[in-house]
Nanobody, 117 residues
Framework: QVQLVESGGGLVQPGGSLRLSCAAS????????MGWYRQAPGKQRELVAD???????SYADSVKGRFTISRDDAKNTVYLQMNSLEHDDTAVYYC???????????WGQGTQVTVSS
């Protein structure tokens, strides 16, 4: 089992920045992909960004150029640096790890990000 704990969410004004962190613990196999998803009220959960064990990244078009995903495998932690935040970025942000050995997904509990003036 893998446990994921997100932190760093909160209330921020439009144009502001936040940095989310997600620490993984338990039995973590590699290679894996770690990612951030978000779900706004009344909408489906969507991929924001993910990063492979090799460092390859992908981003949703809506966050390209504003968000940066990174990982520290020594700490089993993935980060999401969010800049130039917009009202539409308001959502619960979830961390996920996909393990290519067991082919399982593990999810965190989520952290609320609210962009409001």
């Amino acid at each position: 089992q893998v446990q994921l704990v997100e932190s760093g969410g909160g209330l921020v004004q439009p144009g502001g920045s936040l940095r989310l962190s997600c620490a993984a613990s338990g039995t973590i196999f590699r290679p894996n992909t770690m990612g951030w998803y978000r779900q706004a009220p009344g909408k489906q959960r969507e991929l924001v960004a993910d990063i492979t064990s090799g460092g390859s990244t992908s981003y949703a078009d809506s966050v390209k150029g504003r968000f940066t995903i990174s990982r520290d495998d020594a700490k089993n932690t993935v980060y999401l640096q969010m800049n130039s935040l917009e009202h539409d970025d308001t959502a619960v942000y979830y961390c996920k790890i996909y393990d290519y050995v067991t082919r399982r997904d593990f999810w965190g509990q989520g952290t609320q990000v609210t962009v409001s003036s």
